[in-house]
T-cell receptor, first 113, second 114 residues
Framework: DQQVKQNSPSLSVQEGRISILNCDYT??????FLWYKKYPAEGPTFLIS?????DKNEDGRFTVFLNKSAKHLSLHIVPSQPGDSAVYFC????????????FGEGTQLTVNP | GAGVSQSPRYKVAKRGQDVALRCDPI?????LFWYQQALGQGPEFLTY????????KSGLPSDRFFAERPEGSVSTLKIQRTQQEDSAVYLC????????????FGQGTRLTVV
């Protein structure tokens, strides 16, 4: 079963506008959530994280929102830049999954100049 | 180097051949993880080490997969009698304590079984 889902395989936005990437999870025991960015032929790079005791975490242009009741998190990038074009993975850990990360399928973000 | 290093970057194996994939984690990182990423999918957990102890190997898809980290640093993922469905990118990640801190990933090894 897919415990972490990213339902949008791709997203295209204009430079300077907001990018919103979404992620849903089913395991209520997850207590830590992360976003990774991946460029072609490179490994995933950590972007931002949030603990389940919070509902928002902000780092520069990146903000992650967590809605525990809906089991939903989102990543906001504002303003979007062409260099943000990459695949974004949502990941979760905690509960019986322990230290392992459970990833979503990824969303390809394209920021057009 | 300062990051997680994996070798080889690319490996082509004939079906039935054994392969060994190497991971050099960041110095001092206690935790080491192996993930398998199929084309168009997110990484999927294979196994986890804390120092030299393999604490979780529940993600290994079959007994043809074996991982070790004998001295708590470098790790090797071995796949015996490779099959076409083993074709994927194999990612190694390390973190200082647990994955609840950010895990740093290597560039991966792309394995193609022909």
């Amino acid at each position: 079963d897919q415990q972490v889902k990213q339902n949008s395989p791709s997203l295209s936005v204009q430079e300077g506008r907001i990018s919103i990437l979404n992620c849903d999870y089913t395991n209520s025991m997850f207590d830590y959530f992360l976003w990774y960015k991946k460029y072609p032929a490179e490994g995933p790079t950590f972007l931002i994280s949030i603990s389940s005791i919070k509902d928002k975490n902000e780092d520069g242009r990146f903000t992650v929102f967590l809605n525990k009741s809906a089991k939903h998190l989102s990543l906001h990038i504002v303003p979007s830049q062409p260099g943000d074009s990459a695949v974004y993975f949502c990941a979760a850990s905690g509960g019986t999954s322990g230290s392992r990360l459970t990833f979503g399928e990824g969303t390809q973000l394209t920021v057009n100049p | 180097g300062a990051g997680v290093s994996q070798s080889p970057r690319y490996k082509v194996a004939k079906r039935g051949q054994d392969v060994a994939l190497r991971c050099d984690p960041i110095s001092g990182h206690v935790s080491l993880f192996w993930y398998q990423q199929a084309l168009g999918q997110g990484p999927e957990f294979l196994t986890y080490f804390q120092n030299e102890a393999q604490l979780d190997k529940s993600g290994l898809p079959s007994d043809r997969f074996f991982a070790e980290r004998p001295e708590g640093s470098v790790s090797t993922l071995k796949i015996q009698r490779t099959q076409q469905e083993d074709s994927a990118v194999y990612l190694c990640a390390s973190s200082f304590i647990r994955a609840n801190t950010e895990a740093f990933f290597g560039q991966g090894t792309r394995l193609t079984v022909v």
